[in-house]
């Protein structure tokens, strides 16, 4: 008797170690210590807002601080001032979005609030390498058309008050950055051709930290 209950306890930490190892668990990091990243609390993760038919993204944390816009710009290839039309272009989709043009305000602020609450959620799991939540406008859209507008899927007050208060910051961002009848304060950091060859398109942005060194760069030279 003795023998069998130490054997059925040799058993049984055999399995439990083999389940910590098991592929088909679906949890790769069980029964293994979490790397230090994947604790950081998701309150201090940056949102990103993918408006891929708008071509801009927006960067902002949970509290709705606006910390990064990031514009698209495209033109015709061919065309021998197509850096010129493609930052035009970039400004043009700024102003559209800001103004409710390529998008209703009401839908921004919708899909701003869901992403603030979807960000609450502690086992979300879309994070990059720059510890981001990533969100595709286009999906949480989707979201709200199949929800029908139920009570339930509508956002909470709270978050549609922070989505208001990027909604503000991306406008007065705006403004600021297409006073001078074209983008001003932002930079040019990537570009190419399409696979067609038919089109050039350049990315452009803008950062608080940028802004904040060019402005001290500035004041330094006066």
Not at 31 to 37: A, H, K, V
Not at 71 to 96: F, Q, R, S
């Amino acid at each position: 008797m003795k023998y069998a209950i130490i054997a059925a306890a040799a058993t049984a930490t055999i399995l439990s170690g083999c389940s910590s190892m098991n592929p088909f668990g679906g949890d790769e990091t069980a029964g293994l210590p979490l790397p230090e990243e994947a604790t950081v609390p998701v309150k201090d993760k940056r949102i990103t807002a993918d408006f891929k038919d708008q071509g801009l993204i927006l960067h902002y944390t949970m509290t709705g601080k606006l910390e990064k816009i990031d514009i698209y710009g495209t033109a015709p290839a061919w065309a021998g001032n197509h850096v010129v039309l493609a930052e035009l272009d970039a400004k043009e989709k700024l102003l559209k979005f800001v103004y409710g043009e390529s998008m209703d305000t009401n839908t921004q602020r919708q899909i701003l609030a869901k992403t603030l609450e979807k960000a609450q959620d502690n086992t979300l799991n879309r994070f990059d390498n720059n510890n981001d939540l990533i969100f595709d406008a286009r999906e949480l859209e989707r979201e709200f058309e199949r929800s029908d507008n139920t009570p339930a899927a509508e956002p909470s007050n709270s978050s549609r008050r922070i989505a208001h208060r990027i909604e503000s910051a991306v406008l007065e961002k705006a403004v600021t950055l297409t006073s001078q009848g074209r983008l001003t304060g932002m930079h040019k950091v990537d570009d190419g051709v399409s696979t067609s060859g038919r089109y050039y398109w350049a990315k452009y942005e803008w950062d608080e930290r940028s802004q904040a060194t060019s402005m001290l760069l500035r004041n330094k030279m006066k």
